[in-house]
């Protein structure tokens, strides 16, 4: 299995921009998709972008398209999610997440996860 650990949440202004990045331990981090999903509070939680294994797909989903980029380093065990030109409805808990089964992955299923990182946009 993989352990991930997200980081580079914070507080930043409308218009800001933020970093993500997705640290995997454990198994060949190569073997897995990777996803970014968030929960705002009071909502249920919702698919943001996604990466095969490879890095040679992503897709992001149309309220972030043009202002989010996914990419992933395998040799450094690391996804990451740039947001640019943030809003504050992008405020939420951002959380990164694997599957190895690729079915699962293209129905955005994930395996694992991680605790977490906040993000808060303040208008």
């Known amino acids: 299995q993989v352990q991930l650990v997200e980081s580079g949440g914070g507080l930043v202004q409308a218009g800001g921009s933020l970093r993500l990045s997705c640290a995997a331990s454990?198994?060949?981090?190569?073997?897995?998709?990777m996803g970014w999903l968030r929960q705002a509070p009071g909502k249920e939680r919702e698919f943001v972008a996604a990466?095969?294994?490879?890095?040679?797909?992503?897709y992001v989903t149309d309220s972030v398209k043009g202002r989010f980029t996914i990419s992933r380093d395998n040799a450094k065990n690391t996804v990451y999610l740039q947001m640019n030109s943030l809003k504050p409805e992008d405020t939420a808990v951002y959380y990164c997440?694997?599957?190895?089964?690729?079915?699962?992955?293209?129905?955005?299923?994930?395996?694992?996860w991680g605790p977490g990182t906040q993000v808060t946009v303040s208008s």
């Open positions: 997440a694997a599957s190895s089964n690729v079915v699962r992955s293209i129905r955005r299923e994930y395996d694992y």
């Open positions: 454990g198994r060949t981090f190569s073997s897995y998709d």
């Open positions: 990466i095969a294994r490879s890095g040679g797909s992503t």
